[in-house]
């Protein structure tokens, strides 16, 4: 499947955003949130399952929803209350399991969108 992200832009701490991941085939996979900064390594974000069971990863938690539409082809992440570290580009990342399989390994997604940047200032 291919995967288009978009929503990302320039927000002030506390703010928020939504991000859209556009799949250009049904599927009822994992799907999942990666992001990275300049810098760093690939952090995982947030996943969803086929089932709509839901995990996040510890810096985000409380702050972020992900959420899916399979109706649509959709995959959302609505960030709340963003603060300057969560400045990164964001992808969308596909697995092709109903059910996340080892969610945080970045190696167990075999489609990923292209990414859009999140910057957050002070």
């Known amino acids: 499947v291919q995967l288009v992200e978009s929503g990302g832009g320039s927000v002030q701490a506390g703010g928020s955003l939504r991000l859209s991941c556009t799949v250009s085939?049904?599927?009822?996979?994992?799907m999942a949130w990666f992001r990275q900064a300049p810098g760093k390594g690939r952090e995982e974000v947030a996943a969803i399952g086929g089932d709509r069971s839901t995990t996040y990863g510890d810096s985000v938690k409380g702050r972020f929803t992900i959420s899916r539409d399979n109706v649509k082809n959709t995959l959302y992440l609505q960030m709340d209350n963003l603060r300057p570290e969560d400045t990164a580009m964001y992808y969308c990342?596909?697995?092709?399991?109903?059910?996340?399989?080892?969610?945080?390994?970045?190696?167990?997604?075999?489609?990923w969108g292209q990414g859009t940047q999140v910057t957050v200032s002070s």
């Open positions: 085939a049904n599927n009822n996979y994992c």
């Open positions: 990342a596909a697995q092709t399991y109903h059910f996340c399989y080892r969610w945080t390994d970045d190696y167990q997604y075999n489609s």
